[in-house]
């Protein structure tokens, strides 16, 4: 699957459509879900152009993989979720119902 730019997640990071950030540096950005289902769910996402997990595992920097997964850590700990704990997920395509084609690791929290 092509990465498609107009996705909602590829307007986010151009600053065209606003987010509830939570945090921010060169390889991601982390925001609030629009429609939580726990009661703190953050969405972390790549700043490069990956459609899902798939995409970036298979092509993705080294640096741009230490990077994201440091952010998905780093947005944890912003939220304080390091000591009560927290759960994270990555859909994948059709059969996971994946919405958004560009890669985002949920965080469910509290
Ligand atoms: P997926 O099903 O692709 O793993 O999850 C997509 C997530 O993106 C959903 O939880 C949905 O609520 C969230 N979402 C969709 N559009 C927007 C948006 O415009 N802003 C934010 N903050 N979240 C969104």
């Keep these: 699957m092509a990465y498609d730019p107009e996705n909602i997640f590829a307007k986010i990071l151009r600053g065209e459509i606003p987010c509830n950030k939570v945090y921010e540096d060169d390889y991601a950005l982390s925001f609030h879900d629009i429609n939580p ?13 990956y ?7 298979a092509k993705a920097s080294d640096a741009e993989m230490v990077g994201f997964i440091k952010a998905v850590g780093n947005t944890a700990r912003e939220l304080g979720l390091s ?17 958004v084609p560009h890669l985002h690791i949920h965080i469910f929290g509290g």
């Design 51 to 57: 459609v899902s997990m798939d995409d970036f595992s």
């Design 37 to 49: 289902q726990a009661p703190i769910h953050v969405l972390v996402i790549p700043k490069g152009a």
């Design 83 to 99: 000591d009560p704990g927290y759960r994270i997920l990555a859909n994948h395509g059709p059969d996971s119902h994946q919405e």
